[in-house]
């Protein structure tokens, strides 16, 4: 099929998935060029851009969906090897709502001591008398 077509059944732009290409996120076989101007994209590939659209919409980088690939294409991602992605996936989000949670307390903390100055007042950031 064509990128165009490959682009309605998927939802990417052909934009992405040239993007994708270059990368070398899509893999195309050596056979896809029908003649010098157009590719003719497998129908496999739908499938593909399918499952980096759901895990994008999982918080998975590029990069992760890439290795996914990868150990799908040599056959060993099986459900338990999957789990063990996911989980690792599920920690580090922890990891980072945690973070982000102790920033949003030292800025509210931040806020409360600015409520108590006076309206108006000019002040001097910590950075800014340090460089002075």
């Not at 309605?8 to 732009?13: A, D, L, Q, V």
């Not at 969906?65 to 040599?74: A, F, H, T």
């Not at 920690?91 to 709502?97: F, K, P, Q, R, S």
Request: no cysteine; aromatic share 6%; hydrophobic share 40%.
């Amino acid at each position: 099929m064509l990128i165009g077509q490959l682009s309605k059944r998927t939802g990417f732009s052909k934009d992405t998935i040239r993007y994708y290409e270059k990368i070398q996120l899509l893999v195309l076989p050596q056979r896809s060029r029908s003649n010098i101007r157009y590719k003719d994209y497998p129908d496999e590939l739908v499938h593909t851009l399918l499952a980096i659209r759901k895990y994008k919409g999982l918080g998975f980088t590029l990069e992760e969906i890439r290795e996914l690939l990868v150990l799908q294409s040599i056959r060993v991602l099986d459900i338990s090897k999957l789990l063990y992605i996911v989980d690792l996936k599920i920690t580090g989000i922890d990891a980072e709502i945690d973070k982000l949670h102790e920033i949003k307390m030292r800025l509210n903390r931040e806020h409360q001591q600015l409520q108590g100055k006076k309206t108006g007042h000019i002040i001097a950031l910590p950075e800014m008398k340090m460089a002075a």
